[in-house]
């Protein structure tokens, strides 16, 4: 007997689910991050200006991370992995929220800030439970240690990695986020023609590209909804309530 193959549920999470645990995003309305240009303290440019400041930059918001707690979008994903459900999730959030809420297949697409890694070789990485990054800190070939996050104007290095898991999706969710940061905004083009796509985002009306389902909720209110659906169903399907 073939066994059957457990459906793949693909989501990929942006600034909004994390901005509902308490964490600001970077495109505020009035152009800056934390009362910092994004240019002074998130670019490489910005490291080889000033890396005390690109560093104490950092350090505040890993404390502001550690504070903050999932929430309930969080805590429905990894709910639904817990009873059965095949779920990845590819993150543009360098917080490590999913992971404390119980998801086990996390990619972080653009790094982690809970992570440290050399200036002169990107493999060597380290945690950074506690404490800051400072200067002097440095690798095992003595080089300073960088926040291993990607910067406006890097690479980034596991797009490939998120594009494979995208093309193995049976549906994708979209949550939290306006598809406009390149080059996590492409790896819609990346999904199989006939996979289906849930966009929940408050601004989901006027964010969603056509052919997407949408649900016009923060993430807390309209991901667990989704999840009750799918436990009550058995299965991964888009609610009729939400086809054009």
């Not at 934390?34 to 950092?58: I, K």
């Not at 805590?75 to 992995?81: R, S, T």
């Not at 809970?114 to 439970?129: E, F, G, I, K, Q």
Request: hydrophobic residues 40%.
């Amino acid at each position: 007997m073939t066994r059957q193959r457990t459906p793949h549920l693909v989501v990929l999470t942006g600034a909004g689910i994390s901005a509902e645990s308490g964490l600001k995003t970077f495109r505020a309305s009035d152009g800056l991050w934390e009362e910092h240009r994004v240019e002074d303290v998130a670019t490489p440019e910005a490291w080889v200006r000033d890396p005390g400041l690109v560093l104490r930059f950092y350090n505040q918001r890993r404390a502001q991370v550690r504070r903050a707690r999932p929430n309930a979008a969080h805590k429905a994903l990894a709910e639904l992995e817990r009873d059965g459900f095949r779920v990845s999730i590819i993150t543009q959030n360098i917080d490590d929220l999913h992971e404390r809420a119980g998801s086990r297949d996390v990619l972080h697409l653009h790094g982690e800030i809970l992570m440290a890694r050399s200036t002169v070789d990107p493999r060597m990485c380290y945690p950074v439970h506690r404490g800051d990054i400072v200067l002097g800190d440095v690798c095992d070939k003595g080089s300073q240690l960088r926040p291993d996050v990607v910067w406006f104007g890097e690479a980034v290095p596991r797009y490939g990695d998120a594009c494979e898991i995208v093309e193995q999706a049976d549906l994708l969710l979209v949550v939290g986020t306006s598809l406009a940061v390149m080059p996590a905004g492409a790896l819609l083009r990346q999904v199989p023609m006939d996979v289906d796509v849930i966009l929940v985002d408050p601004d989901a009306e006027r964010l969603a590209p056509p052919g997407v389902a949408k649900i016009g909720q923060p993430a807390g209110e309209g991901v667990p909804e989704l999840v009750r659906h799918w436990q009550r169903q058995g299965r991964l399907w888009v609610p009729e309530t939400l086809l054009e």
